[in-house]
């Protein structure tokens, strides 16, 4: 069992669907992060919120977008999604920026 | 700007053997260096960290690396693989002042062979 925790653990989704992804974590830790997984690939950034500051990867298209309803969520809100997205997404938190990370299980996510 | 790369993306080794998974980091600032491994179908777990101080770092499961900037590189050694060793790991390098320099290595994938 990890420390950080993602629901659900698998989704299957039309392109017209509006999901969303949640994390949590009770370690108090103040940076959490969504990473999006490709098969075979390293794990490549999405979002950092840290200090009720989000930042974002400007690679990362606006149908992803996260929210944060207090210090141990971050939830990642999804819309109109493209089979291209289709992947492992992670979610991980660390105790400040820099600091190594804990990972969650991740959500596989598959569009139709 | 930093960056990763890792030497051999498919690693097979006997049950036993010496395990070394190779890691070299580009970065302009002192880095921090990470091993994490993947089991499948799960998330990322970190093995062992370099920050400062000591440069023989030892981790979980009897995994230890060598920081070695001389040579810019952080490999990861293990003495004895066992067949529970199976997995991605991947080596990550960051700096103290910005986790959007967080970067992966491209992962090795590490067979174990009866």
């Known amino acids: 069992d990890t420390e950080v925790t993602q629901t659900p653990k698998h989704l299957v989704m039309g392109m017209t669907n509006k999901k969303s992804l949640k994390c949590e974590q009770h370690m108090g830790h103040r940076a959490m992060y969504w990473y999006k997984q490709k098969a075979k690939k390293p794990p490549e950034l999405m979002f950092v919120y840290s200090y009720e500051k989000l930042s974002i990867n400007e690679s990362v298209p606006s149908r992803f977008s996260p929210e944060c309803p207090n210090s141990s969520l971050l939830n990642l809100h999804l819309h109109a999604l493209q089979p291209e997205d289709s992947a492992l997404y992670l979610c991980?938190?660390?105790?400040?920026?820099?600091?190594?990370?804990?990972f969650g299980d991740g959500t596989r996510l598959s569009i139709l | 700007a930093q960056s990763v790369t890792q030497l051999g993306s498919h690693v097979s080794v006997s049950e036993g053997a010496l395990v070394l998974l190779r890691c070299n980091y580009s970065s302009s600032v002192p880095p921090y260096l990470f091993w994490y491994v993947q089991y499948p179908n799960q998330g990322l777990q970190l093995l062992l960290k370099?920050?400062?101080?000591?440069?023989l770092v030892k981790g979980i499961n009897g995994f230890e690396a060598e920081f070695k900037k001389s040579e810019t590189s952080f490999h990861l050694t293990k003495p004895s693989a066992h067949m529970s060793d199976a997995a991605e790991y991947f080596c990550a390098v960051s700096r103290a002042d910005s986790y959007q320099k967080v970067t992966f290595g491209t992962g090795t994938k590490l067979q174990v062979i009866p």
């Open positions: 991980a938190s660390s105790q400040e920026v820099s600091r190594p990370q804990h």
């Open positions: 370099y920050t400062t101080g000591a440069t």
